[in-house]
């Protein structure tokens, strides 16, 4: 039921929870690869944005985070499928760093 502006008081608003439950959650090995090969992807999907854009700082910064989340991938518990996963995104990844470390030789605060 909802009330008309006239009558909704003025404090702080409450939050409800419609549906849960108090079981502890159970994390899943497979969905946690899963999750950070996501955002590796996502993390090369901005990499191309800025260098589309020319954004020369922000390439450097997405190439790290790239590292960062490889690196992360790589600690987690893997199955046949995730090793390879790991593998074909480190090699995409040293591939694309590479070609970009070529392209930006001469760009000011890029090694």
Excluded: F
């Amino acid at each position: 039921m909802t009330l008309p502006a006239r009558h909704i008081p003025r404090s702080r608003p409450r939050l409800t929870v419609v549906r849960g439950t108090s079981a502890p959650v159970v994390r899943d090995a497979t969905s946690d690869w899963r999750r950070v090969a996501s955002a590796v992807l996502t993390s090369t999907h901005e990499l191309t944005g800025y260098m589309l854009e020319q954004r020369w700082g922000r390439v450097q910064e997405a190439m790290s985070e790239r590292r960062e989340l490889l690196e992360w991938l790589a600690r987690l518990p893997l199955d046949t499928e995730g090793r390879r996963c790991l593998l074909a995104l480190t090699q995409a990844a040293d591939e694309a760093e590479a070609a970009i470390t070529a392209m930006m030789g001469g760009k000011p605060g890029c090694e």
